[in-house]
């Protein structure tokens, strides 16, 4: 099999800047993959979708997203996205996952929809030691991506919950950087707010009331 000039050019790169000696807090955190471009709505969020991956970092968590990897963003912690196929692309796969470590990431998030979604699985095994979060993209992928024998991990969440997948990666992330760790705090802190704001308005508006003050507006 021939590696297409566009996919070759990607694999060279992410080689050279395994070799450059990048600082760390210059690097990108997290690393998001993903099988093809139409599994961004999960992601990422948006289109009718529920927040993806990518909302959790930028808008819940103060992360940038970091896209190229020679000239970082201001903000402290980063993430970077590709589309990257274990079935399309092996060699990017490959490529990607050997890498990832001495490019500076401390976890990645891959994501992949139909019933062969080898991705998340794959690029686990060859990113180890490194922590690989799986995101199932539809539920018949469940199973293929959390189905690793013993031996080799892999860390998933349920279909489509690539929001989840990024608080994930944070988690892992804030053992090591505080910061990180209090932005998850707050964000919980949030979001309990919202449960119990709700639940009062729900209580005391009444149902109908609520539905008009809610659903009506
Ligand atoms: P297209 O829309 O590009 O046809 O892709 C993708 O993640 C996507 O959900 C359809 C679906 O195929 C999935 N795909 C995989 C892999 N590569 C692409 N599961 C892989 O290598 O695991």
Redesign the pocket.
């Known amino acids: 099999m021939t590696t297409a000039d566009s996919v070759q050019s990607l694999i060279d790169q992410l080689h050279e800047q395994a070799e450059m000696d990048v600082p760390d807090e210059a690097t990108p955190d997290v690393g998001i993959v ?3 471009d ?2 961004l709505a999960t992601m990422a969020g948006g289109k009718g979708k529920r927040p993806g991956a990518y909302a959790a970092l930028a808008d819940e968590l103060g992360f940038e997203e970091q896209t190229d990897y020679t000239d970082a963003p201001e903000a402290r912690f980063t993430f970077e996205t590709f589309v990257v ?4 692309t092996p060699e990017l796969m490959y490529a990607y996952a050997e890498t990832a470590e001495d490019r500076g990431l401390d976890v990645i998030i891959a994501g ?3 019933k ?4 998340p699985n794959m690029t686990a095994s060859i990113a180890y030691p490194l922590p690989v979060i799986g995101v199932p ?1 539809q539920e018949k992928s469940v199973d293929s991506v959390i189905g690793m024998p013993q031996g080799a991990p892999i860390t998933a969440v349920d279909a489509g919950k690539s929001f989840n997948a990024a608080l994930t990666a944070a988690q892992i992330l804030s053992r090591q950087h505080e910061e990180i760790r209090e932005r998850l705090v707050d964000y919980h802190d949030g979001l309990q707010e919202g449960v119990g704001d709700v639940s009062r308005d729900l209580h005391e508006l009444g149902t109908p009331g609520f539905k008009a003050e809610y659903w009506d507006r």
């Open positions: 993903m099988g093809s139409s599994d196929s274990a079935h399309r992949a929809g139909g062969s979604a080898d991705l993209v």
